[in-house]
């Protein structure tokens, strides 16, 4: 009688490991699948000018995380991978900033003077460029406790096309990271607020969740971040766009506002 229950606990245990195996092979095949599709519609950002705004920087860290890492290092780091990959796809990227700058007057007065001068450049110069869509890529916090964790993306409350950018990003990032369950959310923000085109704020992690800090320290996972978000648009512009009928000048591919304005560069 022992023999048979082990026999069939063993038998139960086979069918288990192959019912999961199945599962996982099923997933990986229509992940790849996906990402081909990704791949045949990548024409749907060609020729949008698209703003990265990589948040923070100069006079403002942002964030701190426990081994000492800065929001405004890793939004740079993930932000020139997205303008990179997006300038294949033949986007016009445009980044408010390239380096560990802001851009507040140096004799702007008071942090917080020139934290909100700062926020109002950046918006400022999206809507002069009348972009395409407007990406804030920041990092988030919860000071209470480590235990919050996964990437997030927020629209203004109210935007139709804010909550649809920030649906497809979010449904990315939840495919392409499997490390997060949070849905895209409405949030009044002063970037979301006061962008005249689609535009939303992709926190890509906690820097107080140490586990997570690290990830987004990693190049393979930042790189993994910036495919999701440009999965993302993709995805957005391809629903009513239709294949551009002109040419993609691929030398259009990533700007800084600060110090090139006017100029083009081949991606980077």
């Avoid at 009513?240 to 600060?258: I, L, R």
């Amino acid at each position: 009688m022992l023999r048979v229950i082990r026999v069939k606990i063993r038998f139960l245990l086979l069918v288990v490991i192959v019912m999961v195996a199945v599962y996982y092979t099923v997933q990986g095949i229509a992940n790849n699948l996906e990402n081909r599709r990704v791949a045949t519609l990548s024409w749907s950002v060609a020729n949008k000018v698209i703003v990265v705004d990589p948040g923070h920087g100069g006079i403002d860290p942002g964030s701190t995380g426990a081994t000492g890492v800065l929001e405004k290092d890793i939004t740079l780091a993930v932000s020139r991978k997205l303008s990179t990959v997006l300038g294949q796809g033949g986007a016009i990227v445009l980044m408010t900033r390239e380096s560990d700058t802001d851009l507040s007057d140096a004799d702007g007065g008071k942090l917080i003077t020139r934290k909100r001068q700062d926020l109002s450049r950046r918006v400022a110069l999206a809507n002069e460029r009348n972009a395409d869509a407007f990406i804030c890529v920041h990092v988030n916090s919860f000071k209470s406790g480590p235990k919050e964790h996964g990437a997030q993306t927020f629209y203004q409350p109210g935007s139709e096309e804010g909550q649809r950018l920030a649906m497809a990003i979010q449904g990315e990032l939840v495919r392409l990271l499997k490390n997060t369950t949070r849905r895209a959310k409405a949030v009044d923000y002063y970037t979301t607020r006061n962008a005249k085109m689609p535009s939303v704020i992709v926190e890509i992690g906690f820097i107080s969740n140490p586990g997570e800090e690290k990830l987004m320290c990693d190049e393979d996972y930042q790189a993994k971040l910036a495919y999701a978000i440009y999965s993302g648009l993709v995805k957005y512009f391809a629903e009513e766009a239709t294949p551009t009928s002109g040419s993609v000048d691929m030398e259009k591919a990533t700007e800084t506002f600060m110090h090139n304005e006017g100029k083009d560069f081949g991606a980077p």
